[in-house]
């Protein structure tokens, strides 16, 4: 676990990031003792390791286990049983995972001595902008937080989102330490009505516009829906600061009382300049030129969010895009040492404190069928390899143990003597109609590749999901595009053959064995881009979020199955295309590598 420090101080915690990446090895087999030891009277290691606790009996006897595999002993728990048939020590949340298993999002089990090692944590990277961005210091954060309603098991177990737990461990001891950083006040943050919690951190960011140096949001998706909202609202905000008043139907109390604090007097000539801003006829800066003192974005930009770096980009005016860290509900794992590389660069530096960490090494050579699940050959954290792909295996303090996360990392190199991972996405094949298994990051690269052809006629690419259409022979893919403009008001009439030729890149850019079953085989159909219209994918997102799903952690899914979420991608669409040329195959293609 991480030694305690102050994490007010930021030497102290550079020296800690320092020590602990330094002695990897070291740490990562006390943590297992320790983890081991503690625990040693659960059921479900006693079950597994008869009474040896060593690494070579964990190693030999533990599983490596996937959610599913694990469910019933959450359920359990959730259900009233006691914590020790898992964990030592109380379980005190019940985490919501932004991920899923049969349409249901997982419940992960949180200790309150784990919360407290995941502030700590947070505290590690927050020097890290300021080490590397000037003027930083000179300002506050504009972060934009959301609160979820949480419910509770039958057990009483509070079951809430990561984002939830955070915004709730601020007390009225530490608070101080919310109000030096962030712009908006603690009690809108934590408003349970997401749009007039997003109106009233907006109209706070844009009245102290001047002293907002950070935006951001938890991921890139999160912070394009803020600046999609500014865009539908801008005219009311100016109004409000034109008067003096905020708009009637803010009802909220904290948010009421948050923004009173703020808005405490008629500031037409802000609004003019904001109006301004707002009505010039591209959005190209806007973040810029709203909040002239800030110095980056910050938003988690690797795996699935990668997509949406050109937006943040065209948005931010020429502003660096950071992402700080690596994590999920199960385990916090990684920092971004160096916070202004470019977002395609991002690596993240391992933090051996956290967990217990070993891989699985990740080989997508589908026409072989491996699956790694079978006779799994598992590493421990130092001895992975530069250059390889590997899916994490996590056992932590809070009960879970050789837990597939279902990532896929890909090793950079070392700091120190701890590994650095870009984050590939996620170890899912996401479409597959025969042979073919197109997986999460080549969908992501396929999509990247065409929706570069919509540039040149001021398009861009606002999000996109996928699924595959069996109602015909041969079945194909589908993938829902919704196109925005990077020209104000412009109507969007985009040319089906620009469209048309989007179709053929995404199919051009896949690997040999679906190019292959469309040119040789004949086995898959023309791939399909259906446009939906704007905010359909707000649409879905509303969707998820009624079944529990968090608005802060919510990502779009690269794939949708569930019957309910594909009626509302269908009734969206506007138009459809299809690809009008086959993708290039060769033979020889079939004995080279991906």
């Not at 009483?156 to 955070?166: H, L, Q």
């Not at 391992?350 to 590493?379: C, R, W």
């Not at 999509?447 to 398009?459: Q, Y």
Request: charged share 25%; hydrophobic share 35%.
């Amino acid at each position: 676990m991480l030694p305690k420090f102050d994490p007010a101080n930021h030497k102290a915690c550079l020296s800690v990031l320092e020590d602990v990446t330094t002695k990897a090895k070291q740490i990562q087999d006390s943590v297992l003792e320790a983890i081991l030891s503690r625990n040693a009277k659960t059921e479900y290691l006693r079950g597994f390791l008869k009474g040896k606790f060593d690494k070579q009996s964990f190693k030999k006897n533990l599983p490596v286990v996937t959610y599913e595999d694990y469910q019933s002993y959450i359920d359990r728990i959730a259900n009233g049983e006691r914590f020790d048939i898992i964990c030592d020590r109380p379980i005190t949340v019940l985490l919501v995972s932004s991920g899923t298993s049969g349409g249901v999002p997982k419940l992960i089990p949180l200790t309150a001595e784990d919360m407290e090692q995941r502030n700590l944590f947070v505290s590690l990277y927050r020097p890290l902008p300021f080490k590397h961005i000037k003027g930083l210091s000179e300002g506050k954060s504009l972060l934009f937080y959301f609160l979820t309603r949480e419910t509770e098991t039958v057990s009483r177990i509070p079951v809430r989102t990561m984002i939830t737990c955070v915004l709730k461990s601020v007390t009225p001891a530490n608070k101080f330490i919310w109000e030096r950083i962030q712009i908006s006040p603690h009690e809108i943050a934590t408003c349970p009505d997401t749009t007039q919690s997003m109106y009233c951190q907006l109209l706070c960011g844009l009245i102290q516009r001047g002293n907002v140096s950070r935006l951001g949001a938890p991921f890139a998706s999160s912070f394009l829906k803020v600046i999609n909202f500014l865009g539908d609202h801008w005219s009311e905000l100016c109004s409000n600061i034109r008067t003096g008043r905020v708009s009637d139907w803010i009802k909220d109390d904290q948010c009421v009382s948050g923004i009173s604090k703020f808005l405490t007097a008629p500031n037409p000539e802000l609004a003019s300049i904001i109006e301004r801003e707002c009505t010039k006829k591209s959005w190209e800066a806007v973040v810029r030129r709203l909040w002239p003192n800030a110095k980056c974005i910050e938003a988690v930009v690797t795996g699935s969010m990668s997509q949406y770096i050109p937006m943040l980009e065209f948005y931010g005016g020429g502003l660096p895009v950071i992402s700080l860290f690596y994590g999920s509900s199960e385990c916090l794992f990684g920092l971004n040492i160096n916070p202004l590389s470019k977002p395609c660069d991002v690596s993240y530096t391992t933090v051996p404190s956290m967990a217990y960490f070993e891989f699985l090494e990740v080989k997508k050579d589908q026409e072989a069928g491996h699956d790694p699940s079978v006779n799994p050959v598992v590493i421990d954290l130092v001895d992975v390899k530069i250059g390889h792909d590997y899916e994490p295996v996590v056992t932590t303090f809070s009960g879970l143990y050789r837990y597939r996360l279902g990532d896929v990392l890909r090793v950079t190199g070392f700091y120190n003597n701890a590994p650095q991972f870009h984050f590939v996405g996620r170890n899912k094949v996401v479409l597959s109609i025969d042979m073919d298994k197109t997986y999460e990051e080549d969908l992501l690269n396929a999509v990247t590749n065409a929706k570069l052809l919509l540039e040149p006629h001021d398009l861009v690419l606002i999000d996109f999901t996928s699924r595959v259409d069996f109602s015909s022979y041969p079945g194909h893919y589908v993938l829902y595009w919704e196109l925005g403009s990077k020209v104000k008001d412009k109507k969007l009439q985009p040319d089906p053959k620009v469209l048309e030729d989007c179709c053929f890149t995404v199919e051009e850019s896949l690997d040999s064995v679906y190019r292959k079953g469309r040119k040789n085989d004949k086995n898959i159909g023309p791939l399909e881009i259906k446009v939906v219209r704007r905010g359909a994918f707000d649409e879905l997102m509303n969707f998820f979020v009624s079944r529990g799903t968090s608005v802060s952690q919510y990502k779009t899914p690269r794939s949708v199955k569930n019957e309910e979420a594909l009626k509302i991608m269908e009734a969206t669409v506007v138009s459809n295309y299809f690809s009008r040329k086959i993708p290039s195959w060769e033979l020889h293609e079939l004995h080279s590598s991906r």
